[in-house]
């Protein structure tokens, strides 16, 4: 047999392009098929899919598989096509011919599946379903409006684990004035398990966790939050409130003290 194989591959060497494959998966569900899937995949394949668990519990199941059958001195190993299924970097197995894979459930991990085909001689190939659960909700992004709250994840609940969030409030030409109403992170003595990083304008990021409240922000520039939590001991998180007050004119660029607190020079305008 083992001459058929040189064969054939002499004779589709000329076939290199392959389709688009693999890439990260988004959203909660979802179908991974080998390229061309029922057809007959191509050759000289090397597809790896990703699937973030992002904090939750993820299941494949491949319902169909079928890749090329080794055979002969080989038949024992998966030399010519395989799929590989990878819990973040480490290999879980790998499989080929008709060896179904199964089930698999990542908690908290990434999952990678892997297609290799080799030039010559394909089958069908396979078809898994994914599913994703326990999802943290997305957070994070730029604030809009001139008021408004930010808070953890899931608050007044805990927030979840290995979770990280980037919220940007951006100056406007006005003064950022925000105040922690609630906070209660994980404590570390360097901060080192869940964290609120705070950065004003160019300055370096200052660092809080624990039940310490941040002080009051004030600031002409704009503000960046970012909220780590580990993977395990979560906390309620925090609630803060910002709102962004108009630069009174003269004072755009000086930032002189214009008792900013009170956004009224507007509402005075409608007394004309
Ligand atoms: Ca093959
Ligand atoms: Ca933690």
Redesign the pocket.
Known sequence: MMWMKVCIVLLSCAVLSHGDCGGTVTGTEGTISSPGYPASYPGNLHCTWTLPSRGGSLTLTFSDFQLERPFGLFASQCNYDYVEVLDGDSLVGRWCGEDNPGTFTFERRTARVRLVSDPSISRRGFSLQWTLDGVAPPCGGVMDGTFGEITTPRYPLNYP?SQTCTWTIPAQGGQIIARFLDFV??KGNSCQ??YLEIAIGDEAPRRHCGDDFPPEITSYSDVTLHFV???????KGFQLFYSIQPVSNGGAAGGDSDSPHTPSPTADADQS
């Open positions: 684990s992170l994980e398990y869940d939590s580990d993977a395990n001991k979560e906390e």
